[in-house]
């Protein structure tokens, strides 16, 4: 993989496969994560969940320095953080971070904030809804995008204590006038890429929700044994 090859990195429990030059995703089952690799550095996007050593995946895609940031702060996302001695995040997610992480420096990144990691360039953007600390990725080379949690065809959670409904509205009508920028969106879950048609999908959905529209009622069972119960809103091959 150091070579920039097309070899595919299969271990037990997940899959490291090049996407496009320099892009990479490492599937853990039931999140994605992402590697950007240029001439002098490379970026880690998410850590996961922890199970496996990302440090390791990392050195097996690329030994040049490494670079790590978040998308955001939950669990699936974060949960590897505390095997690196630094990690961006957005401002608005630190206060927890510390705190679960103390022995970790975490730097802030903004919209507009751009990682240049010799030759490939990579653009913050600011995204809440899902959170309200959401941010995206943009390959500015590739032309592709790493929405998070914040842009798919799977479900976007939305919790009354962390999400922001107008937030995410605001969002997707941001993204889609950036959308000139990039062809594909990858994100964590579900099936990937998506077309950026799935901004407008998203935007109507919540629309929906705003309204005051009822949506279907649904409840899904998580490994630690909760049971969540909501309702589901969806437009098109989006799903809230």
Sequence with gaps: MRSDNQRDIKQSGYTVQQILPGFYSIDEGGVCNYMFVGKKSALLIDTGFGVYDYKQIAQEISDLPLIVANT????????????????????DGMERAKKLFPQVKFLPIVEGFVFNL??????????????????AFLDIENHVLVGGDTVMESPIILRPDTSDISMLKNSMEHLESMSHRFDRIYPSHGRRPVSPSILKQIKQAVELLLSGAKGDE???????????????????????
């Design 218 to 240: 649904f409840t899904a069972d998580v490994p630690d044994g909760q049971v969540f119960a909501g309702q589901l809103y969806k437009f098109g091959k989006c799903t809230l």
């Design 72 to 91: 955001h702060f939950h669990e699936d996302h974060y949960s590897g953080d505390g095997a690196f001695t630094q990690i961006y995040l957005h401002p």
């Design 118 to 135: 010799g030759g490939h360039n990579v653009e913050v953007i600011e995204c809440p809804g899902h959170t309200r600390h959401d941010v």
